[in-house]
Nanobody, 128 residues
Framework: QVQLVESGGGLVQAGGSLRLSCAASGLTLVNYAIGWVRRAPGKEREGVSCLSSTDDATHYLDSVKGRFTISRDNAKNTMYLQMDNLAPEDTGVYFC?????????????????????WGQGTLVTVSS
């Protein structure tokens, strides 16, 4: 059974850190472009970061550059989003995603082409 299972969300004060994990089963993560998308309260989903499957190129939303880092551990078949210096505007539900297409950027927003699957989401709440 193919699954992406996120963990690591929670409540943190502004300036704090969280590391989100997304464990994949039923597939080999290294074969996919991967990414993280968030949905802030009352807003549409937006791409936060993505990582290419071919050359490990990464893209980040401008507002998280220098604070968030996407990575994957092929041995653990798991992807991560390290989030540092969190701000209240980072609050939202974070989803991991995989794609058979490329990781690219459109109008400054990271985009995964040909999405295959989403995780169930994990809530991140940053208090001021």
């Amino acid at each position: 059974q193919v699954q992406l299972v996120e963990s690591g969300g929670g409540l943190v004060q502004a300036g704090g850190s969280l590391r989100l994990s997304c464990a994949a089963s039923g597939l080999t993560l290294v074969n996919y472009a991967i990414g993280w998308v968030r949905r802030a309260p009352g807003k549409e989903r937006e791409g936060v970061s993505c990582l290419s499957s071919t050359d490990d190129a990464t893209h980040y939303l401008d507002s998280v550059k220098g604070r968030f880092t996407i990575s994957r551990d092929n041995a653990k078949n798991t992807m991560y989003l390290q989030m540092d210096n969190l701000a209240p505007e980072d609050t939202g539900v974070y989803f991991c995603a995989i794609a058979t297409g490329v990781c690219t950027v459109e109008s400054g927003i990271p985009v995964l082409k040909h999405l295959e699957r989403w995780g169930q989401g994990t809530l991140v709440t940053v208090s001021s």
